[in-house]
């Protein structure tokens, strides 16, 4: 399979601190039914209230800086759908955020407990294997990367091994470090807890009840580095269109069609910050989520997950809007947040005033 490109640790902290297509979804067919599109209907930006005009000038940006997709929701409603939104590509570490959501369903039908320990779980790793103390870490301390298991990690980029603390430098639930380590066990957790593989779950579970239409299970892959652990990372391949339907569930706080399909408590406390990635700006991490303060100068309060920091799912409750931008990894690129962010903030800022 392609080579991981994980984030770096502060590639979205970064991207969001920068301050501030053709296909507008305009033509000339009808507007469709959400039931023809799986709850997504496709208006021209006027119609929910948006600049046609200046959202051109955004994608014009994003033709430029080579971007591959972008579209963005107001509400279910498709004002901008730009370049290949129905291509599939590597979701990166984006596929934290659809492992939260899994995570939500089953704590919610009480399958999984995330109190327990890795000790109970009987979880270790390949020599040197876990010590008593880095045992004692909980399943909620790996959704929310504080589980001081500095153990080396499939998945992890160059830069992350140096930034790695040391072994046993910091117990379990006290210090925040973005750790390939924790989101790979807590995969590995819940397909052990609930008896269903990752993506078989997803595609259950989220994928055909919120109408996908393009994700499969062989989208999943599982990506082991044994000479550095035994847990594998589990990359996704998805299309912006169908990650854009996963943020919309986000939006609506888990439900779909009148039905649940994530809890909405689970929802608040995965979408609230549990550490504060840098005191500076305030961006927080929550369970496999980073919080979007709502004092930042480009765009906030929200939540998003960035995808070795070019592909962004990003998602502000209080507008209403999700947005997705893509990139074409499986080929070199050049694309930073300092390149696109400012563009995403565009989008936001395109609304025609009151």
């Given at each position: ?66 971007s591959a997709a972008v ?34 369903i089953y704590v919610g ?246």
């Open positions: 399979m392609a080579a991981i490109h994980p984030p770096t640790r502060r590639s979205l902290l970064i991207a969001l601190l920068v301050s501030t297509a053709a296909v507008l979804a305009c033509s000339d067919d009808p507007v469709s039914s959400d039931s023809e599109n799986n709850g997504l209907e496709y208006v021209t930006p006027e119609d929910v209230g948006f600049s046609s005009t200046a959202l051109q000038e955004a994608i014009d940006g994003f033709d430029q800086i080579g579209i963005a929701l107001y509400e279910n409603k498709v004002f901008l759908s730009w370049g290949d939104v129905d291509r599939k590509f590597w979701c990166h570490s984006i596929r934290k955020a659809f492992l939260s959501g899994l995570y939500g039908r009480e399958v999984i407990d995330t109190s327990k320990t890795l000790e109970e779980l009987n979880v270790d790793d390949i020599p040197p294997s876990l010590t008593l103390e880095e045992k004692q870490a909980r399943v909620a301390d790996l959704l929310k990367s504080r589980s001081g298991v500095y153990h080396p990690a499939a998945g992890e980029t160059p830069e992350m091994e140096a930034e790695r603390p040391e072994r046993g430098s910091h117990p379990p639930g006290t210090f925040f470090y973005y750790n390939n380590w924790d989101f790979n066990v807590a995969g590995v957790i819940f397909e052990q807890e609930t008896g269903v593989g990752i993506f078989e779950a997803f595609k259950q579970e989220i994928a055909d009840p919120i109408g996908m239409e393009d994700f499969l299970v062989s989208d999943g892959q599982y990506h082991y580095e044994p000479e550095k652990s035994m847990h594998p990372a589990y990359p996704f391949r998805m299309t912006a269109t169908d990650m854009a339907r996963y943020g919309l569930l986000y939006l609506r706080n888990g439900s779909w069609n009148g039905r649940q399909i994530i809890p909405a408590d689970w929802i608040a406390v995965s979408t609230t910050a549990h550490s504060i990635e840098d005191p500076e700006s305030g961006i927080g991490y929550g369970m496999m989520w980073y919080v979007i303060p709502e004092d930042l100068p480009l765009f906030g309060p929200g939540f998003a997950h960035s995808g070795v920091g070019v592909h962004l799912l990003l998602v502000l409750p209080e507008d209403n809007l999700v947005i997705v931008h893509r990139v074409n990894t499986d080929e070199p690129w050049t694309i930073t947040g300092e390149d696109y962010l400012p563009l995403i903030g565009a989008i936001v800022d395109a609304r025609i005033p009151d």
